[in-house]
């Protein structure tokens, strides 16, 4: 049997390496930093100690997700190649590919390069077109459709509508990436502006809206907007299923949980500012607050 090397850092990555990585039930090292680590722990897998120099000596081939919070995977690429270590990466969204193996201005490709859908297929297939790009299934979104399959069964919903928000790390990805905050014309809280300000727009009376910061936020950014009395709280689930089944509407901006939130039946809207660059998320079930507030006019 071959070992593997997973290394990762942010949310959507970690989801989708770990659930690969159950399905695929081989020998690993794991070398993880930030939000992943959490993510791998909940799921029991374990977490190396090893500095990934050293895990690297002992696995067959590398995989990793990729970051933008973090140049870890970006790291772990440049060595794998300069010793010669065959090296995959995941791509687990549809947008910045290229900047998502930038670091100092050196775009560091793996040898091979897997989507998990046709959207992502055909955007990587075009960009990097001397890299091997792969469609590969998607175990996460699989282990989400079992997920709720079997929730739906036993879930009952108070007959009340109600709202979700996800939370994203917009200002510091654009800080961090652009070292501009402002670099997407808007951020996380502008985007929780717009809504509150364009809730009459959406034509559902909205009992209230609870808001889910992302992993890699702190649950206080968004506390100036419990002042607003259709803001119930914010959330503290574990599990961001739950927080999906127990509303009638996910808002977000461009965030993967959205197309979650499409998975389960729910409506979903995008809550992206009139300045702000367009949703990059390729699902025409999506709708957009400020293509709703046009058509209202």
């Known amino acids: 049997m071959k070992k593997v090397l997973v290394v990762s850092h942010d949310a959507g990555g970690a989801e989708v390496l770990s659930s690969w990585l159950l399905q ?24 190396s100690n090893l500095s990934f120099q050293e895990a690297i000596l002992n696995v067959d081939f590398v995989i990793t997700s990729t970051s933008w919070q973090s140049d870890l995977e970006k790291e772990v690429i440049r060595y794998s190649k ?20 930038l670091i100092n201005g050196e775009m560091i490709l793996p040898n091979e390069v897997w989507t998990l859908d046709k959207h992502a297929y055909s955007i990587a297939k075009n960009l990097f077109k001397d890299t091997l790009v792969k469609l590969e299934k998607n175990y996460y979104f699989q282990n989400i459709q079992d997920l709720l399959n079997k929730k739906f069964k036993s879930f009952t919903k108070k007959n009340e509508f109600i709202g979700l928000f996800i939370g994203e790390n917009i200002s510091d990805h654009a800080l961090k990436t652009y070292l501009d905050k402002d670099h997407f014309g808007y951020d996380e809280n502008e985007a929780l502006e717009f809504l509150l300000e364009n809730l009459s727009n959406i034509n559902i009376n909205l009992k209230s809206i609870k808001i889910r910061p992302h992993p890699s936020e702190e649950n ?27 509303s009638d509407i996910v808002f977000g ?44 006019i």
């Open 82 to 101: 300069k010793i010669g270590k065959y090296v995959i990466s995941v791509l687990d969204h549809w947008v910045n590919y290229e900047e998502r193996f």
């Open 24 to 47: 695929y039930e081989c020998s690993y090292e794991a070398i993880l930093e930030g939000p992943a680590r959490k993510i791998f722990s909940r799921k029991n897998l374990k977490i």
């Open 220 to 246: 206080y950014k968004y506390n100036w907007a419990l002042e607003n009395k259709i803001i119930s709280k914010i959330s503290n689930s574990k599990e961001l299923l739950d927080d999906i089944l127990h």
């Open 253 to 296: 901006c461009d965030s993967m949980a959205m197309v979650i939130g499409l998975m389960a039946g729910k409506k979903v809207i995008s809550c992206i500012p009139e300045n702000g660059r367009d949703c990059s998320l390729p699902f025409k079930e999506i709708q957009h607050l400020k293509n709703i507030i046009i058509k209202n």
